[in-house]
Nanobody
Framework: QVELVQSGGGSVQAGGSLRLSCAAS????????MGWFRQAPGKEREGVAL???????TYVDSVKGRFTISKDNAKYTSYLQMNSLKPEDTGMYFC?????????????????WGQGTQVTVSS
């Protein structure tokens, strides 16, 4: 059984930085994707960033150049470094994982989810 445990997040002023971590257990190889999603109150869950098992990355346009996703295969952990944060980045952030070579940045395609962590950016 795969389990994802998130850490990081919190409150920061606009322009600040935060780093989220997502530690996975239960995978037996590095053949898995990890994605980060966020959900603001009253809005649908939105894909933010994704790292495929190859190390290739995908970002939603609104975070390109500000967010960086990475993965430590030895630790089965993904990181989301968020710089130049904006108030519109506020939301609950979730990591997700799937045991595939490549994955889409679409929430319905992921079986495993972290518990969520709040990110609040004030202006």
């Amino acid at each position: 059984q795969v389990e994802l445990v998130q850490s990081g997040g919190g409150s920061v002023q606009a322009g600040g930085s935060l780093r989220l971590s997502c530690a996975a257990s239960g995978f037996t190889s590095s053949r898995y994707c990890m994605g980060w999603f966020r959900q603001a109150p009253g809005k649908e869950r939105e894909g933010v960033a994704l790292i495929h098992s190859t190390g290739e990355t995908t970002y939603v346009d609104s975070v390109k150049g500000r967010f960086t996703i990475s993965k430590d295969n030895a630790k089965y952990t993904s990181y989301l470094q968020m710089n130049s944060l904006k108030p519109e980045d506020t939301g609950m952030y979730f990591c997700a994982a799937q045991g595939r070579l490549y994955c889409p940045l679409v929430a319905d395609n992921y079986n495993y989810w972290g518990q969520g962590t709040q990110v609040t950016v004030s202006s």
